[in-house]
C-alpha cells in the first residue's frame, strides 16, 4: 500500500513539492477499503493520519462475513474522512446463501443482521458526507439491499456497475 522507493524521490525534492504531490496522490486516486472485520483497521496501519484526511476518492465494499456485523465505523477515523470526500463509490453485497460452519446463524438471520449492519452504516455515512459529494451504488440489482439504500440516501446516487462489484457479484461479462 506504499508508494514505491523510485517514486518517493518526488516526494523529496522540497516541502512544498511534497505537500502538493501528496495532495494530487491522495486526493486524485480511489482508495478501496473492506468494511467487514477490520473495518478501517488497515487504513490507520498503513497510512499517516495526515494523508488519511487528504483523500477525496473512496470505494467502500460491504460484503457478507457474518460475525463481523455487530462492528461499526470509528467515527474519530471515518468523519474526517467521509467529511472530505468528493467521491464515494459503495458495492454492497448482500448474503445469497446460508453460511456453512459450526453454529451458523439461518440464511434469514444472516439477511436480518446483514440489513440492520447495512442500515446503521448508511445512515451514519448520509450525515457524515458533504451535499456535494458524488455517490455511486453497485448493489447487483438485489432487492433488499436496493431497498435500505434508496431509504438511507435520500439525497440521490447514481446506479453503476464496478470492476469490484464484478468480482463481488461473479458478473461474467464474457459469457
Known amino acids: 500500500m506504499g508508494?514505491?522507493?523510485?517514486?518517493?524521490?518526488?516526494?523529496l525534492v522540497s516541502k512544498k513539492v511534497r505537500f502538493e504531490a501528496l495532495e494530487v496522490l491522495?486526493?486524485?486516486?480511489?482508495?478501496?477499503?473492506?468494511?467487514?472485520?477490520?473495518?478501517?483497521?488497515?487504513?490507520?496501519?498503513?497510512?499517516?493520519?495526515?494523508?488519511?484526511?487528504?483523500?477525496?476518492?473512496?470505494?467502500v465494499v460491504m460484503q457478507p462475513q457474518g460475525v463481523s456485523y455487530g462492528h461499526m465505523l470509528d467515527s474519530t477515523l471515518w468523519s474526517p474522512i467521509l467529511?472530505?470526500?468528493?467521491?464515494?463509490?459503495?458495492?454492497?453485497?448482500?448474503p445469497l446463501e446460508a453460511q456453512i460452519y459450526f453454529n451458523a446463524p439461518s440464511f434469514e438471520e444472516e439477511m436480518e443482521e446483514w440489513m440492520e449492519w447495512l442500515r446503521a452504516i448508511l445512515q451514519y455515512f448520509?450525515?457524515?458526507?458533504?451535499?456535494?459529494?458524488?455517490?455511486?451504488?453497485?448493489?447487483?440489482?438485489r432487492k433488499e439491499t436496493s431497498t435500505i439504500i434508496r431509504e438511507?440516501?435520500?439525497s440521490g446516487y447514481r446506479k453503476v456497475q464496478t470492476l469490484a462489484g464484478d468480482f463481488c457479484f461473479r458478473r461474467n461479462y464474457y459469457s
Open 3 to 11: 508508494i514505491h522507493d523510485e517514486k518517493k524521490s518526488l516526494l
Open 26 to 59: 491522495y486526493g486524485e486516486n480511489v482508495f478501496k477499503v473492506y468494511l467487514h472485520r477490520k473495518g478501517g483497521y488497515y487504513l490507520k496501519k498503513y497510512f499517516a493520519e495526515a494523508n488519511i484526511r487528504r483523500i477525496r476518492k473512496m470505494q
Open 83 to 94: 467529511a472530505k470526500l468528493t467521491k464515494l463509490s459503495i458495492v454492497a453485497q448482500q
Open 126 to 141: 448520509a450525515r457524515q458526507l458533504p451535499s456535494s459529494c458524488i455517490v455511486e451504488v453497485d448493489d447487483d440489482d
Open 152 to 154: 438511507c440516501l435520500p
